[in-house]
């Protein structure tokens, strides 16, 4: 069982920044990848960054030059940085850990683009 908590959500206006963090209660290298995904309103959810255990890193083309995935193995804790917000950003963020025979989801964060 895997335990995600993730934290750093809010309201930002449009150019601006938010870093998100998922704090996982195994040790990251047993995962094999983590990725946050984000579901707006009446959407369904999608992929926006993940991070594989061999650190192979993709991004969804709508964020790519404006978020970065990453990781502190020490901490177990896997942040993504999210530069330049758009309105079109905002939806509810959730951290995800992909094993070998089970995913895990945190509870999700919401992130509000808003002038």
């Known amino acids: 069982q895997v335990q995600l908590v993730e934290s750093g959500g809010g309201l930002v206006q449009p150019g601006g920044s938010l870093r998100l963090s998922c704090a996982a209660s195994?040790?990251?290298?047993?995962?094999?990848?983590m990725g946050w995904y984000r579901q707006a309103p009446g959407k369904q959810r999608e992929l926006v960054a993940i991070?594989?255990?061999?650190?192979?890193?993709n991004y969804v083309d709508s964020v790519k030059g404006r978020f970065t995935i990453s990781a502190d193995n020490a901490k177990n804790t896997v942040y993504l940085q999210m530069n330049s917000l758009k309105p079109e950003d905002t939806a509810v963020y959730y951290c995800?850990?992909?094993?070998?025979?089970?995913?895990?989801w945190g509870q999700g964060t919401q992130v509000t683009v808003s002038s």
């Open positions: 995800n850990a992909a094993m070998t025979y089970n995913n895990y």
């Open positions: 195994v040790n990251l290298l047993s995962i094999k990848a």
């Open positions: 991070m594989s255990s061999a650190g192979i890193i």
